[in-house]
Nanobody, 119 residues
Framework: QVQLVESGGGLVQAGGSLRLSCTASGSSFSINGIGWYRQAPGKQRELVARFRSGGSIDYADSVKGRFTISRDNAKNTVYLQMNSLKPEDTAVYYC?????????????WGQGTQVTVSS
């Protein structure tokens, strides 16, 4: 079994920064794609940024130039550096990973971390 644990959310003023972390823990697994999604109240969950299995990166248009995704493979951790935050970035941010266990790929989600940006 694998767990994804997120941290780093909080309350910040518009224009500020936050850094989210997500660590995958368990045994005998590997990670294909991994990334971040978010869900604001009354809205659908949407992609923020992700590493595809081949290593390429996707960003939502709304965060390009402000957010940066990075990863530390040795620590099974992915980060999301969020700069120039806007009130519309307020949401619960979820980590998602495609984990390979015993040759099969599974999608895992973290529990979510709240990001609130005040105007």
């Amino acid at each position: 079994q694998v767990q994804l644990v997120e941290s780093g959310g909080g309350l910040v003023q518009a224009g500020g920064s936050l850094r989210l972390s997500c660590t995958a823990s368990g045994s005998s697994f590997s990670i294909n794609g991994i990334g971040w999604y978010r869900q604001a109240p009354g809205k659908q969950r949407e992609l923020v940024a992700r590493f595809r299995s081949g290593g390429s990166i996707d960003y939502a248009d709304s965060v390009k130039g402000r957010f940066t995704i990075s990863r530390d493979n040795a620590k099974n951790t992915v980060y999301l550096q969020m700069n120039s935050l806007k009130p519309e970035d307020t949401a619960v941010y979820y980590c998602n990973a495609f984990i390979v266990l015993a040759g099969l790929e599974y999608s895992y989600w973290g529990q979510g971390t709240q990001v609130t940006v005040s105007s």
